[in-house]
């Protein structure tokens, strides 16, 4: 198993503190948003990583360089990283994943060690993190079908039909990935490279079984705005980071 973290973004909507920083490399109680994940990956033996980077990608690789040598680092350049989006940012990884499983995560969600143990250790092959909530027209929804299994995801569905916000964390197979690349290929041909990956898995779930694991216990935070940010520098002091 390996992880594929997308990082490619400029995140306009944290300008200014993002005009010279990546959002990944922003620090949360003096450290960056992306140790926390590696600490997390860490902790699961993960330990190979695929990366797309664009928006200031030499920060990345001097960072990885300097404090994270221990890691097997593959890098993926995203060079249209200001006009696509993540579902672009998969697609380009469609020939590095070698048929292997993969924990698939954006590189700007704040989480500790223990959601990333709940997913590999999930009873599910397919299975992605979900904060049970009420969601607003800014988050990545899910809809619940029987036993757990996700019928719907995007950020169109309507608020009242929800359960909850998918966070950009998930766990897929070998198999599912292959089938998410071929979705992808359609997507990106359509005219799709400014659209959310999860645009090309939506219409995968009438058919393959994607299951999700209520997280939202665990202080988990997506940052795109300032005032998250400023969440996540409260949720870092919880016990669940020590």
């Not at 990366?51 to 300097?66: A, I, N």
Request: net charge negative; aromatic share 12%.
């Amino acid at each position: 198993m390996k992880a594929l973290i997308l990082s490619a973004g400029i995140s306009r909507r944290l300008y200014p503190v993002t005009y010279n920083t990546p959002k990944s490399l922003l620090n949360v109680n003096g450290k960056p948003i992306l140790d926390y994940q590696l600490d997390a990956l860490r902790k699961v033996g993960i330990m190979e990583i695929v990366v797309v980077l664009g928006y200031y990608k030499e920060r990345f690789v001097e960072h990885f360089k300097q404090f994270h040598p221990d890691f097997k680092l593959r890098i993926v350049t995203n060079h249209h990283f200001f006009e696509t989006n993540t579902a672009y940012s998969v697609w380009l990884c469609k020939d590095k994943s070698d048929n292997d499983d993969i924990i698939l995560m954006n590189a700007d969600v704040l989480f500790p060690p223990e959601l990333m143990i709940r997913l590999i250790e999930s009873k599910y092959k397919n299975v992605m993190a979900v904060e049970i909530k009420r969601c607003g027209g800014e988050e990545v929804k899910v809809i619940e079908g029987e036993k757990r299994r996700i019928v719907a995801i995007g950020k169109e569905l309507i608020q009242e039909n929800s359960l909850g916000e998918f966070i950009g964390v998930a766990k897929f197979s070998k198999e599912f990935m292959n089938k998410f690349f071929t979705s992808l290929d359609k997507l990106i041909i359509a005219g799709g490279k400014t659209d959310y990956f999860e645009a090309a898995i939506d219409p995968l779930l009438s058919k393959n079984q994607i299951y999700f694991e209520d997280i939202s216990d665990i202080p988990c935070q997506e940052i795109d705005f300032i005032e998250d940010l400023e969440v996540a520098q409260k949720m870092s002091k919880s016990e669940y980071y020590r």
